[in-house]
């Protein structure tokens, strides 16, 4: 029978579109996972060596055991991303993934751990600077020592040379401490540019994180339904086929069960041979056209089968291609997941860190500005010192060449020859006070530039609300101090210490201190104090 025959040479025309479109499914099949397709885990193993080569560089040695540093503080979190990059690298190698998305999202915490552990530690940052400003302070002191010593000895042209000296040493310390509190801001400044770009990292891989996994969850979800339709095509498909066989095996009995009687007629008929020859021809001609029908049937049966072996394989073939991405779906969330983990302990450690770094760099900055202050006060004194002994230099010089004018021209009204030696004396005298003059014009711009030069650290530590009088104001009073103190020594040199001009002037004097205070007590009024100092 024809039925026997199982090697039909049929190609079914059954495939996935035709599949996809019975079972209305969601999903393309350029968005499934298949078993050849291989994972991309390259950038996820060139990020874990990145992670290695910052602890070997950053975090290796006595400073990673001190959990103060910067490097003992980031080493737990550098070895904590190794490991989770390790399980990350598993996972991955497991699946049908790429890891390009989600490697892209710790590019940015890697690239800032990189810039943050290369940065030079503060103590030698400042090395330089701080050695400049010790050698300056030495030398500040010896100085300082040799013009008192002059002082004692009564040498005054040592006096006056070294109190230049200190001057300058005074200048170049000052300029030192500047340095040191510009360094010290540009560091601070650093510090809060790290950590708002660390702030914008943490947002925006937070987002990127959240976007890969309601992605993953979405393409489970769709998947999910597609295999759920699968199945109930599936459960179609089965219960048809089911149907058809019954229908051809109650067929082939009807048919089997019609050929037989067909036989039996026949065998009866060919008993009658001579008789029954045309009844023999009539029922040949019905059995080959039962067989001839049989033999359609069996056709579209064998079709039916193909066609239903077919279905089966590109079911089969589609189902575990859903299978396979919903697992990787799940593998893609728990990825993202560890990275999320990595990422946040990440920003965390670096948020602590910047913050140490911050606090240690504002301790350091505001100890340079109150160094800065007490290198300002000393050189302000200093100055104001030398400015005070050549107004006083510049007066006395005023007096004498009034005298020898008046001297001059008494003799010019006897015509005394001696008019010719107090005309040279005279102007002697003026080019001597003009050069005075133009040393009391340095000193005072030197006062000047070293006031703004240190208006910003006065403002940071009024911010700071550190207490402290301005040098400024302590020069005035200092300088009226002096000018009251010598005023008592004329007096008591003249014998005349209680006498009403003596008193008059040192009242003078006090009033004059007091309306100074008021003027420099507040700080809208420093500039002019400052202008009245240069004039």
Not at 219 to 235: G, I, M, T, V
Not at 249 to 260: A, H, I, N, T, Y
Not at 270 to 294: A, P, T, Y
């Amino acid at each position: 029978m024809a039925e026997g025959s199982t090697n039909w040479n049929w190609k079914s025309q059954y495939n996935g579109p035709t599949l996809s479109k019975d079972a209305q499914l969601e999903l393309y099949d350029e968005q499934l996972k298949h078993a050849d397709d291989l994972p991309n885990i390259v950038e996820l193993q060139h990020q874990q060596q990145l992670l290695v080569r910052l602890k070997q560089q950053h975090c290796t040695g006595a400073a990673a055991e001190d959990e103060a540093s910067m490097a003992g503080i980031f080493k737990p979190t550098l070895e904590n991303g190794i490991r989770r990059f390790d399980r990350l690298i598993k996972e991955f190698s497991a699946s049908q993934l790429d890891a390009a998305p989600l490697v892209r999202v710790s590019d940015d915490i890697l690239v800032q751990l990189d810039h943050v552990l290369g940065q030079q530690q503060l103590s030698e940052l400042l090395l330089e600077i701080n050695d400049r400003i010790l050698v300056i302070s030495e030398k500040h002191r010896e100085c300082c020592a040799a013009r008192d010593q002059a002082h004692e000895d009564g040498v005054m042209d040592v006096e006056e040379r070294e109190s230049y000296r200190l001057a300058d040493l005074g200048e170049e310390l000052s300029n030192a401490q500047a340095e040191k509190v510009r360094i010290l801001s540009r560091l601070l400044d650093e510090v809060n540019v790290n950590m708002a770009v660390r702030d914008a990292y943490d947002k925006k891989s937070q987002e990127e994180i959240g976007a890969l996994e309601a992605e993953s969850e979405d393409l489970k979800a769709r998947c999910e339904r597609d295999l759920a339709r699968l199945y109930q095509l599936k459960k179609q498909v089965d219960g048809a086929e089911r149907q058809m066989l019954e229908k051809t095996d109650k067929d082939r009995s009807q048919s089997d069960d019609v050929l037989g009687d067909l036989m039996n007629r026949q065998t009866d008929a060919w008993d009658q041979v001579g008789s029954l020859l045309k009844l023999i021809r009539q029922l040949e001609l019905e059995r080959h056209q039962e067989v001839k029908r049989r033999m359609d049937a069996k056709i579209k049966d064998e079709k039916r089968r193909i066609e239903y072996g077919a279905f089966n394989g590109v079911f089969d073939k589609s189902a575990r291609d859903y299978d396979r991405t919903v697992t990787n779906c799940d593998t893609r969330i728990h990825c993202a997941k560890l990275m999320g983990e990595f990422l946040h302990s990440g920003f965390f450690v670096m948020d602590k860190g910047l913050k140490q770094r911050g606090a240690e760099v504002s301790d350091a900055l505001l100890e340079a500005q109150k160094a800065h202050l007490e290198t300002y006060r000393t050189l302000l004194f200093t100055l104001g010192d030398i400015e005070y002994r050549k107004e006083r230099k510049a007066t006395e010089l005023g007096e004498n060449i009034q005298a020898a004018h008046i001297q001059q021209e008494l003799c010019n009204d006897s015509l005394n020859p001696n008019a010719k030696k107090f005309s040279d004396a005279k102007k002697d005298l003026l080019k001597l006070r003009d050069e005075i003059q133009l040393a009391i014009r340095d000193i005072r711009d030197r006062q000047q530039a070293a006031t703004e030069q240190f208006q910003p650290t006065d403002e940071a530590l009024t911010a700071a609300g550190v207490a402290h009088a301005h040098p400024v104001q302590e020069l005035e009073d200092r300088r009226l101090n002096t000018r009251a103190k010598m005023v008592e020594y004329k007096a008591m040199a003249l014998g005349r210490s209680g006498a009403a001009p003596v008193k008059k002037e040192l009242e003078g004097l006090r009033q004059g201190l007091n309306e100074t205070r008021k003027v420099i007590g507040s700080r809208g009024g420093m500039n002019s104090s400052v202008a009245a100092i240069a004039q």
